[in-house]
């Protein structure tokens, strides 16, 4: 189905901070209904070699081919986009990026109305494709008002309806939760069972267990090994993070050292803190809570329960929010609590601003120190792109900017939304690295995160919370950590309970 001879790309650099990985002497042939994982560490190519087969390269990324690339025995760069497209069918990271509609249904009709299918063909799509993949509940739906697992099920039908016989997705998984991670499996055993050609490039890995016939790692724009599932799995952990690889099941998490807690004496106290929506409902109803300061803090739970709420009322965003917090014996109300608290959004996209990697850590300082600056840009593996626009980096590289903008500033509360999001092992790491040394420094972090592998990695405490309230505080000492483990797998296998 596709065949690549000895392929070289390289992108057309229109800025010098263009710093995107091309491919080198890359030979693959993937057979019709193989799934095929690709995998390594930020920057090794998978992306790339994404947008080589569905057509975005040389079609819309400009640069430098050689090489042959065939799809079902056709040139693929001799083929316009819009020929590959009922052939191609691409799921991308972010599904904000490939929405054209306001509503659900129109989205899912989109690709097939410009195919030029009639309406009856067009309604049976995407009444088929509603029923095939569970999502009857979300039609009719406004896109804006979907949580983030359920604009990705829109994405993953809008592509669906399109019926093509290759599937190529993006780090589909890295913006999920457990439960809608489940559901994205089960559309990918779909496409499996209808003989369907999926080329997944993934960081997070546990969700593919059973589903991949190969995986292709890659390392600086070529292809290293090719490994069966079973042979990757027998590789050694030790040697698999060597590789910047992340777990390839949860239960490899219980191997890590379950250490203890340090007691924290001191705590924030938290009062009030209940938020309700325009129309009545309440997003947040946690009446008073103490959570300990100085600590790392996970905040956990389903998209839609209440996370992201949190975090806007912790940091004083919600303009009507009413609520207090209590830090070394002062209440403090939005307004001081915008002066203690910083925020990295999960949309790092928001918050940056200057024209220079170095500027935007400068830019977070409240007396500027290059220096030092750099030392942090120097710890998140950036030093090198210091000179780089931020807007041109990767969605990886564009995290570790935000988070070296939070490490720069002089705030006693940092919120991180999502902080390893589209991060591979060696850069989950270094996120976690960077955590715990702004825990040193006698800041409280509070991680809003997906990602039991962070939380293992350095977080010392969390919070769970469903349905706008507190579930429960964890100390992650053996026992702490056992139990959140326990709240992954749980959500992991909760794949119908959690549909509706």
Request: glycine share 8%; proline share 3%; aromatic share 6%.
């Amino acid at each position: 189905m596709i065949e690549l001879r000895n392929v070289t790309f390289n992108y057309r650099q229109t800025t010098s901070a263009s710093k995107e990985s091309g491919l080198k002497n890359i030979s693959l042939t993937i057979r019709q209904g193989e799934c095929v994982l690709l995998c390594g560490e930020s920057g090794c190519g998978k992306t790339t070699l994404a947008r080589l087969i569905n057509g975005l390269i040389p079609h819309f990324y400009e640069g430098e081919l050689s090489g042959e690339v065939r799809v079902d025995g056709k040139r693929l760069p001799d083929l316009p986009l819009y020929e590959t497209a009922g052939v191609i069918g691409t799921v991308f990271q972010d599904p904000r990026s490939q929405f054209f509609n306001v509503d659900t249904a129109s989205e899912i009709a989109f690709g097939p109305e410009n195919l030029g299918l009639s309406e009856a063909e067009i309604t049976s799509r995407v009444e088929k494709v509603a029923r095939e993949m569970r999502i009857e509940h979300l039609l009719g739906r406004s896109i804006f008002k979907l949580s983030g697992g359920q604009k990705q099920k829109i994405a993953c039908a809008s592509v669906a309806a399109l019926c093509p016989d290759i599937y190529v997705l993006d780090e589909p998984s890295s913006n999920l939760d457990m439960a809608a991670m489940t559901d994205l499996r089960q559309h990918i055993a779909l496409w499996r069972s209808q003989k369907k050609t999926i080329i997944v490039a993934e960081h997070r890995l546990h969700y593919l267990r059973g589903l991949c016939d190969r995986v292709i790692y890659m390392r600086a724009g070529r292809i290293e090994q090719t490994f069966t599932w079973e042979e990757l799995e027998a590789l050694p952990l030790q040697k698999r993070t060597s590789m910047g690889l992340r777990v390839l099941s949860l239960d490899e998490l219980k191997l890590s050292p379950s250490g203890t807690v340090a007691p924290l004496t001191d705590t924030l106290e938290f009062s009030d803190f209940v938020y309700t929506y325009k129309r009545g409902e309440k997003a947040l109803d946690i009446p008073s809570i103490s959570l300990p300061r100085g600590a790392v803090i996970a905040v956990v739970g389903l998209n839609g329960a209440g996370k992201s709420t949190f975090a806007r009322c912790l940091c004083g965003l919600n303009k009507h929010f009413r609520g207090t917090l209590t830090l070394a014996g002062q209440r403090l109300r939005n307004g001081a609590r915008r002066r203690q608290c910083f925020m990295v959004m999960q949309d790092v996209n928001h918050q940056l601003f200057t024209e220079s990697v170095l500027d935007e850590v400068l830019l977070g300082m409240k007396k500027e120190d290059k220096a030092a600056a750099e030392a942090i840009l120097d710890s998140m593996d950036l030093l090198d792109l210091e000179e780089a626009h931020p807007m041109s980096l990767s969605g990886g590289e564009k995290q570790r900017v935000a988070i070296a903008t939070a490490t720069a500033s002089a705030r006693e509360i940092i919120v991180f939304d999502e902080p390893t999001s589209g991060l591979d092992y060696t850069h989950m790491r270094s996120v976690a690295s960077n955590l715990a040394r702004l825990q040193e420094m006698g800041k409280t972090l509070f991680a809003i995160t997906h990602d039991p592998e962070l939380i293992m990695a350095c977080c010392t405490h969390a919070i769970t919370i469903d349905r706008g309230k507190a579930q429960n505080v964890l100390a992650l000492d053996g026992v702490g950590r056992q139990a959140i483990l326990a709240f992954f797998l749980r959500k992991e296998g909760e794949r119908d309970a959690v549909r509706g």
